[in-house]
């Protein structure tokens, strides 16, 4: 276990030079305190948990003091906006402390989220208020606790800087930790700026420090390319399976080590609906829930553009090519196990759409249907479930075809049956509402109820005595709340 003080820095992103990002410092917000930190977290740093409570760790994350080796960078990138090309991004709001790396060996991005203007801040502040930066906190720990790959979080510090919205709030700052914090819009600035060096000096620090196995295929670069489209369409897989809609799906939020990252609108979903747009802001839909499988391989292809001076064109296209048939199976591989199913039939993907449809057609939620699928044998869970379907003929007949797919794959005990659907089926997931309710007691000064969901979530798979609430579908006022853009 480490002190704060102890953290070993290695700063190789910030060693590439000015070309990739600009020496800034933080802007300390007023009256820094800890609002959460994530004790897991801590341990990827080494980090004594006991530290968060010190003031000495709000004044660090709040922008006051700073590691004599960090060195605090903020990144240049660029990106497709919802299909558009911008020329140029970066952190506008965020920087890179430093690297540092652990025990394990493993080098850990320290990014602050909120930290005041950058080179890049265009017509922004520089700041995160305190709800998104709750969110993002809350968000990055929850998809971890449930197996889907995602960019981490320390902590949240509030502060009492006024920072204007719609309205008038509160400055906070989240400090994020990745393995990268390189997006495709980093290679989409250095290829549509036409600067073939840093592209190429860019390219070999991914693949050296991020895909060194790589390295010993004989096309390098290709093999890594398609371990970019694997990892994407794998986590992907996972949102679908798990009703997560990220909301803005621009090539700059697209992480190059295939993690979910840079949290806006994103929601869970509580009724089943493909359907559903996360983001106000959406007019099209264009990261609609069902979109966020197209969209995926189409930003895969905005960064294989970007490849185009080191892969050729036929090999880029060849791996594409790979991102569908690798969706799919980790997706129907996810899906089965949600449905306690062992084996796998050509028919199971039908299955599948078939519940779904049915979910969909009576707002069913996406979550406790699965959960209490496992909670008994399949003709007892099905009977309990069918109140829930306004197609009861549709359901039985569904249900019918269920029961029998279950029967062929054999016998098992329902407490094994239990055990190994309640591994894969959450009882506990980020819905909107609750993230509200945590926020508003937040924005009032009291911090208990973040954290007591955010411990919450950290189980998602167990449950736990007395935290009923959290397990419940959204009350009316909480279906449909607007998440504002402006965080
Ligand atoms: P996002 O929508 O958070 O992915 O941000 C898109 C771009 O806008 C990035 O370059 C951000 O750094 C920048 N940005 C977002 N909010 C702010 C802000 N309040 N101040 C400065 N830049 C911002
Ligand atoms: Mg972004």
Redesign the pocket.
């Known amino acids: 276990m480490k002190a704060l003080d102890e953290l070993t820095f290695d700063n190789r992103f910030a060693r590439l030079g000015d070309a990739f990002s600009t020496h800034v410092l933080p802007e300390p917000l007023d009256e820094p305190r800890l609002v959460v930190a994530s004790k897991a977290a801590m341990a990827l740093l080494d980090l004594d948990p006991a530290v968060a409570e010190t003031p000495v760790f709000a004044e660090l994350f709040g922008g006051h003091k700073l590691w004599a080796e960090a060195e605090p960078r903020a990144m240049v990138?660029s990106g497709h906006?919802f299909g558009g090309y911008t020329p140029q991004?970066?952190?506008?709001?965020?920087m890179l402390l430093g690297e540092v790396y652990n025990q394990a060996g493993e080098h850990w991005d320290l990014h602050l989220k909120g930290a005041g203007?950058?080179p890049?801040?265009?017509?922004?502040?520089?700041?995160?208020v305190l709800r998104s930066s709750i969110r993002e906190f809350l968000a990055s720990e929850a998809l971890h606790a449930l197996g889907i790959p995602s960019s981490r979080a320390l902590c949240v510090i509030g502060s009492s800087t006024p920072v204007w919205r719609e309205k008038q709030e509160r400055g906070a700052m989240v400090l994020r930790l990745a393995q990268s914090h390189i997006r495709f819009g980093h290679f989409e600035y250095f290829y549509y700026t036409k600067k073939p060096e840093q592209h190429a000096e860019l390219a070999e620090h991914v693949l050296n420090l991020h895909y060194p196995e790589c390295r010993e295929q004989p096309e390098p670069y290709l093999a890594m390319f398609r371990e970019i489209v694997e990892r994407n369409a794998e986590m992907i897989a996972k949102w679908q399976a798990y009703g997560f809609c990220h909301g803005?799906m621009?090539t700059?939020?697209m992480s190059i080590l295939g993690i979910t990252f840079?949290f806006?609108p994103f929601a869970f979903l509580d009724d089943f609906d493909a359907h559903f747009i996360c983001n106000h802001s959406d007019h099209e839909g264009r990261y609609s829930f069902s979109n966020q499988v197209p969209i995926g391989q189409w930003n895969l292809s905005a960064l294989a553009q970007a490849l185009t001076p080191f892969i050729s064109v036929d090999a880029l296209k060849e791996a594409l090519g790979l991102y569908l048939p690798f969706y799919q199976a980790h997706y129907l591989d996810l899906m089965r196990r949600r449905l306690g199913l062992i084996t796998a039939e050509d028919g199971d993907q039908k299955l599948v759409e078939g519940l779904l449809k049915l979910m969909q057609n009576s707002g069913v939620d996406y979550t406790l249907f699965f959960r209490r699928l496992g909670d008994e044998s399949p003709e007892l869970a099905v009977k309990r479930l069918r109140d829930d379907f306004v197609d009861l003929a549709g359901f039985d007949a569904w249900a019918e075809l269920y029961k029998a797919r279950v029967a062929r794959d054999g016998d098992d005990s329902q407490e094994q049956r239990r055990e190994r659907m309640h591994a894969v089926n959450p009882l506990y997931i980020l819905r909107n509402y609750l993230a509200q309710n945590a926020i508003a007691a937040a924005e009032a000064g009291d911090y208990s109820e973040v954290r007591r969901l955010h411990e919450v979530l950290s189980k998602p798979f167990e449950e736990q005595a007395g935290m009923e609430q959290y397990a419940q579908r959204p009350p009316d006022w909480g279906k449909h709340l607007e998440i504002s853009?402006s965080?």
């Open positions: 990138y906006q991004l970066g952190d506008g709001r965020g203007m950058t890049y801040s265009r017509m922004g502040d520089g700041r995160a803005v621009n700059d939020n840079d806006g853009c965080s």
